[in-house]
T-cell receptor
């Protein structure tokens, strides 16, 4: 199994909703990442987990809350989002967090109304 | 701060034409360099990478890239493009920190 899977593929939510994005990999990778990609822009790093511990938080607002329950799973909990948070949310993983190739999932396309 | 520049925003080529996409980065230390491709409606896929050794690296689908340290460049090349190469191409740089910096991307359109 050499892929990163993400669910759901699409998500529409209101500004008062609570939802979660899920990412899974079974490659034995111990680093996992969340990126945000707006239309026609490059991916921007949000969070890095290394060995299930949060190692990087790129000044992301608290309405985004990551969680890494085990080495294969990475969640992103969403609450009280704004319309400008609408974007493609990409998950990636790598063997470790240092100088390794990152493998990306297909993303969850999020629309906040 | 580190940055990655891709000066070509949109490139349009006919099939069989040669391709070169520019990538320059600003970071003085050790770097790992990547080219990712995003086909329409698909996720980011790794085309090729440079970690160390031979500065000319070959990737999938006939792509290659050359790392020129003195020019802080990692340009992507393909001698003869196909219609199926139509996609968005991102250059990315990994520095000593646990971060991957992406360029703004170059959209390649290949006309049959």
């Amino acid at each position: 199994d050499t892929e990163v899977t993400q669910t759901p593929k699409h998500l529409v939510m209101g500004m008062t909703n609570k939802k979660s994005l899920k990412c899974e990999q079974h490659m034995g990778h111990r680093a996992m990442y969340w990126y945000k990609q707006k239309a026609k822009k490059p991916p921007e790093l949000m969070f890095v987990y290394s060995y299930e511990k949060l190692s990087i938080n790129e000044s992301v607002p608290s309405r985004f809350s990551p969680e890494c329950p085990n080495s294969s799973l990475l969640n992103l909990h969403l609450h009280a989002l704004q319309p400008e948070d609408s974007a493609l949310y990409l998950c990636a993983s790598s063997l470790t967090s240092s100088f390794e190739t990152q493998y990306f999932g297909p993303g969850t396309r999020l629309l906040v109304l | 701060a580190q940055s990655v520049s891709q000066h070509n925003h949109h490139v349009i080529l006919s099939e069989a034409a040669s391709l070169e996409l520019g990538c320059n980065y600003s970071y003085g230390g050790t770097v790992n360099l990547f080219w990712y491709v995003q086909y329409p409606g698909q996720h980011l896929q790794l085309l090729l990478k440079y970690f160390s050794g031979d500065p000319l690296v070959k990737g999938i689908k006939g792509f290659e890239a050359e790392f020129i340290k003195s020019k802080f460049s990692f340009n992507l090349r393909k001698p003869s493009v196909q219609w199926s190469d139509t996609a968005e191409y991102f250059c990315a740089v990994r520095t000593g920190a646990n971060n991957l910096f992406f360029g703004t991307g170059t959209r390649l359109t290949v006309i049959p």
